[in-house]
C-alpha cells in the first residue's frame, strides 16, 4: 500500500521503498527517513530528524519526538488487554478497547526487535536494548535491557565510541 494521501510529510522526508510501506492518517517531521515493510497508524506523530528502520510497526497513539532512532522490526502496542472477543461472545470494535498513549523523547533510541508496551514514555536521550520488552517508563538517559526490560545504566556514563545496538 503507498503512503496514503492523509499523512503529513515535513520536508526532506524521506520513504525509501513507498510501495512497500503501509502509512496513514500520521505525520512525519522534516527530514525523517522510514524504511522498507514499515506500518505506521494514523494519529501516529513522529518528529524532525527520525530514523524508523524496516519492519517497525507504530500504533496508533504513539508520539515520537525529534531525532528518535527505531531499529528494525521494533514493535508498538497500544492496548493493555487485547482480545478478539467480547465476553459474551461478540467480535470486539474500536468501541470495545482503551487506547494507551506511548511517547517516546527526543534523540532516544530503541534497538531492533523491542517490544515497548502501551502507556509507558521511554525518557530523553534514553537507549532501549535489542529485543528488549519494555514495560514499564524508563527516565531519561537510562540504558534499559532485557525481558522485561531493566534499566543497567546510564548513557551519559558510556565511551560514544561503543558501538550500540540497532
Known amino acids: 500500500m503507498p503512503v496514503a494521501q492523509s499523512v503529513k510529510l515535513?520536508?526532506?522526508?524521506?520513504?525509501?521503498h513507498p510501495d512497500m510501506v503501509n502509512i496513514y492518517g500520521c505525520s512525519l517531521g522534516d527530514k525523517t527517513t522510514v524504511g522498507p515493510f514499515v506500518e505506521i497508524q494514523g494519529g501516529v506523530e513522529i518528529g524532525k530528524n527520525c530514523k524508523i528502520q524496516s519492519h517497525s510497526f507504530i500504533c496508533e497513539g504513539v508520539s515520537i519526538e525529534d531525532e528518535v532512532f527505531v531499529g528494525h522490526g521494533v514493535m508498538f502496542i497500544n492496548d493493555l488487554f487485547p482480545r478478539s472477543?467480547?465476553?459474551d461472545g461478540s467480535m470486539q470494535s474500536v468501541e470495545d478497547w482503551t487506547l494507551v498513549k506511548t511517547v517516546i523523547k527526543r534523540r532516544a533510541s530503541i534497538?531492533?526487535?523491542?517490544?515497548?508496551?502501551?502507556?509507558?514514555t521511554v525518557g530523553e536521550n534514553a537507549l532501549i536494548g535489542a529485543g528488549?520488552?519494555?514495560?514499564?517508563?524508563?527516565p531519561d538517559y537510562a540504558i534499559a535491557v532485557g525481558v522485561p526490560a531493566r534499566i543497567v545504566g546510564d548513557v551519559r556514563n558510556r565511551d560514544p565510541r561503543e558501538s550500540t545496538s540497532g
Do not use: Q
Open 10 to 16: 515535513g520536508e526532506g522526508v524521506r520513504i525509501f
Open 111 to 120: 534497538g531492533s526487535n523491542a517490544t515497548i508496551v502501551g502507556g509507558v
Open 85 to 87: 472477543t467480547n465476553p
Open 132 to 138: 528488549a520488552v519494555v514495560t514499564k517508563d524508563v
